[in-house]
């Protein structure tokens, strides 16, 4: 696993396996893609807007008691 940051754009990229030639990159949310080899592994996460995703609280998981 390999987490690369674009400073500039202010994105993350969460690799999990080296690159495929062909990737399907499916739009989870307006701040979270998904890249998805041929054979529906997870190749890797990308997160827009990364600073603020990267330093929210637990919100909507599971609770902690």
């Known amino acids: 696993m390999q987490f690369m940051y674009d400073s ?5 990229y969460i ?3 080296a ?3 062909q990737v399907e990159a499916i739009r989870v949310s307006d701040e ?3 890249d998805l080899a041929p054979d529906g592994t997870v ?3 990308e997160l827009l807007n990364a600073n ?3 330093q929210r609280d637990d919100q909507g998981g ?4």
Not at 8 to 12: D, E, G, L, M, T
């Open 62 to 65: 599971a609770h902690h008691q």
């Open 15 to 17: 690799c999990f396996q």
């Open 19 to 21: 690159p495929q030639t």
């Open 43 to 45: 190749c890797g996460i």
């Open 52 to 54: 603020e995703q990267l």
């Open 8 to 12: 500039r754009y202010n994105i993350a």
């Open 32 to 34: 979270l893609i998904v």
